[in-house]
Each structure stands twice: as C-alpha cells, then as structure tokens.
C-alpha cells in the first residue's frame, strides 16, 4: 500500500462525506415509515441516518435512542423532544448539549441534573406544573 498525499486523502475524505449525505437506503430495519439511511431501526417514522432507533420520529442523525421525537445528533437517550446533542439523557424538552440528566426544559449544556426548566433547578412538582402550563401556551 502506498502512502497517501495530503490532497489525495482530502479528496477521497470529501468523497465518502458525500456518499453518506446521499445514502437513502435503510438497513435491517423493521417497520420503519419514510425513513432514509436508517441502520438497525425499529418502528421509526420520517427519521433520516438513526442507528439502532426504536419509536423515534422525525429524528435526524440520533443512535441508540428511543421513543424520541424532532431530535438531532443525540446518543442513548429516552422519551426527549426537540432536542440536539444530548446524551444519554431522558425526558428532555427542548434541550441542547445535556449529559446524563432526566426531566429537563429548554437546558443547555447541564451534566446530571434533574427537573430544570431554563438551568434552574425545581422540586418535582413545580417542574411539572410549569412544564405543563408552558406546553399549552406553546400549542
């Protein structure tokens, strides 16, 4: 094997970047709905590039995560919303970059944590209530 130029590498790198943006096949999905380059899926609907996904829907680029809704680039996470970058986090509602943290609205960039709207903490009770109050006003 011969050693690789900077501009070969560059130019071979660019053109596998390409050729996985245009992957529209799913692979050893189950019941899987107007999905596209979704691997081991099961029961997602309108997902595009979910790995191992299971009831997630109009999830984009997710691996691992289930029951999962409008969600972008998270890993391992449960029951989360409109979320982006999270990992194995569950119970998120519009949340972004969030670590190992359940019952969380509109966070950013917490690690563990638990019941917080906006980085600020709540007893159970209130999240719930200013969550549920919130979500109507938000329909």
């Given at each position: 094997?011969?050693?690789?130029?900077?501009?070969?590498?560059?130019?071979?790198?660019?053109?596998l970047?390409?050729?996985?943006?245009?992957?529209?096949e799913?692979?050893?999905?189950?019941?899987?709905?107007?999905?596209?380059?979704?691997v081991e899926?099961?029961?997602?609907?309108?997902?595009?590039?979910?790995?191992?996904?299971?009831y997630?829907?109009?999830?984009?680029?997710?691996?691992?995560?289930?029951?999962?809704?409008?969600?972008?680039?998270?890993l391992?996470?449960?029951?989360?919303?409109?979320?982006?970058?999270?990992?194995?986090?569950?119970?998120?509602?519009?949340?972004?970059?969030?670590?190992?943290?359940?019952?969380?609205?509109?966070?950013?960039?917490?690690?563990g944590?638990d019941f917080?709207?906006?980085?600020?903490?709540?007893?159970?009770?209130?999240?719930?209530?200013?969550?549920?109050?919130?979500?109507?006003?938000?329909?």
């Amino acid at each position: 094997m011969s050693i690789l130029s900077l501009r070969e590498f560059e130019s071979r790198f660019s053109e596998l970047v390409k050729m996985r943006s245009r992957r529209t096949e799913n692979v050893a999905c189950l019941g899987c709905e107007r999905c596209e380059g979704c691997v081991e899926a099961i029961f997602c609907t309108d997902c595009r590039a979910v790995t191992r996904g299971q009831y997630c829907e109009r999830c984009t680029d997710c691996t691992d995560c289930s029951h999962c809704s409008d969600c972008k680039g998270c890993l391992g996470c449960s029951h989360c919303e409109d979320c982006e970058s999270c990992l194995t986090s569950a119970y998120l509602l519009r949340c972004v970059a969030m670590r190992g943290c359940t019952y969380c609205f509109g966070c950013v960039g917490l690690s563990g944590k638990d019941f917080h709207i906006l980085n600020e903490p709540y007893d159970r009770a209130t999240y719930f209530a200013t969550v549920e109050a919130l979500q109507k006003q938000l329909r």
